[in-house]
C-alpha cells in the first residue's frame, strides 16, 4: 500500500469520526458505539456505495475521481486546507515537490542577507533549514549552533527550549506549523526525510506525537505573530513565505516589523 493510499485512509476515518451527525443533516439519537459518522451515512450522502467507500478507508488500490473527493469533502465538511489536502493524496493536484537544489544558491543568500534587519531563513520541502541572514542568526542564534541533522524548522520547535520560550504561544504557534507540516508533505510521507523526522519527533515529543494523531492539516497564511525575544522583549512580526521562481524546491521564510509597532526599531537594535 503507498503512503499517499494509507495517509487518504486514515485522513478519511479521521475526519469521518470528528464530524458531529448534526453537522451533516443527520439525527443525534440512537445508540452510536463511536464517535462521529458511520461509514455507510458518509456513503450515502456522498453518492457512492458502501463497500466502495469502506474499500477507501482501506487504502485499496483504487482511485476516486475528482467529483467523488469533492462529494466526500462536502459531506464530511472540510475545511479548504482539508479537501485540497485530500485531492493532492487522491492524485488530483501536485504532490510531488520540488527537488531542492544541492546546497544554498548563492543567489538566494543574496537576497537573504539583502533583506537587512528583517529575520530571514530559507527551508527546504521537508523544512531543513539551509541558509538565513544575520538577522535571523540575531533572532534565534541556535540555528547556526546547532546539528545540520538537527536543524530543521519542526524539530527546533518541538525540542529545542529556546524556541519555545522565543515563540509567543507555544501551544498555538506548534500546532500551527504541524499542521501546515503534515498539509505539505501528506503525499510524500515514505520519502525517507521525512519517515526519519516523524519518528524522532514522535519519540522525543508527546505533543507532536498527539498533534500528528490528529490529522489535521492547514494552509500557510501570511499573518501577525508575536514573538517574546531575550534581548528585546515582545516583537510583533508580520510571516511571509516565498518561493524563488528559479529554485521551487526552497522556501523563503521573512518576518518583518508589523506596522505600527515598536518592533522596527527592536529589530534595527537587536541587529546593530
Known sequence: MSSSRRELADFLASRRRQLDPREAGLPSGGARRTPGLRREEVALLSGVSHTWYTWLEQGRDIRPSRQVVDALARTLRMSPAEHEYVLRLAGHGGSVAARAPDGMPSHVQRLVDALGSSPAYVITSSWSIVGWNRAYERFYPGVAACPDDERNLLWLVFTDPAVRE???????????????????????????????????????SPHFRAGWASHDVDRFSSGERRFEHPEVGTLLLEHHQLTPADAPGLQLVVYTAAVGTDSAAKLARMTA
Open 166 to 204: 522565543l515563540l509567543g504561544d507555544w501551544t498555538a504557534d506548534s500546532r500551527r506549523f504541524l499542521t501546515q507540516f503534515r498539509a505539505e508533505v501528506g503525499p510524500r510521507l515514505a520519502d525517507p526525510e521525512v519517515v526519519d523526522l516523524v519518528a524522532r519527533l514522535e519519540a522525543a
